[in-house]
Nanobody
Framework: QVQFVESGGGLVQAGGSLRLSCAAS????????MGWYRQAPGKQRELVAT???????NYADSVKGRFTISRDNGKNTVYLQMNSLKPEDTAVYYC????????????WGQGTQVTVSS
């Protein structure tokens, strides 16, 4: 069973940047599609970015052009570079292996809080 540890969140002003990391243990993820999710207070968890094993990326419209997902298979780690942050990006961010846009494979990690002030 895969375990994820997310890190890199924090408090940032609107327009700022953060880089999130997701370190996986328990299994190698080099052949897996990985995704970053977020959940804002009172809202459902949403998938914001995915990256396939070959490096093909996909983004939710709300983050397209501002967020970049990447991976380092040697470190079993996935990253999310977030630029031009907006207050509406405030959420707890998680990583997982997505199945479509509405399902996932593994238990959730603790997530990392991102707070964007206006």
């Amino acid at each position: 069973q895969v375990q994820f540890v997310e890190s890199g969140g924090g408090l940032v002003q609107a327009g700022g940047s953060l880089r999130l990391s997701c370190a996986a243990s328990g299994s190698t993820l080099s052949t897996a599609t990985m995704g970053w999710y977020r959940q804002a207070p009172g809202k459902q968890r949403e998938l914001v970015a995915t990256i396939t094993s070959s490096g093909i990326t996909n983004y939710a419209d709300s983050v397209k052009g501002r967020f970049t997902i990447s991976r380092d298979n040697g470190k079993n780690t996935v990253y999310l570079q977030m630029n031009s942050l907006k207050p509406e990006d405030t959420a707890v961010y998680y990583c997982n292996r997505p199945v479509g846009s509405s399902y996932w494979i593994d238990p959730w990690g603790q997530g990392t809080q991102v707070t964007v002030s206006s």
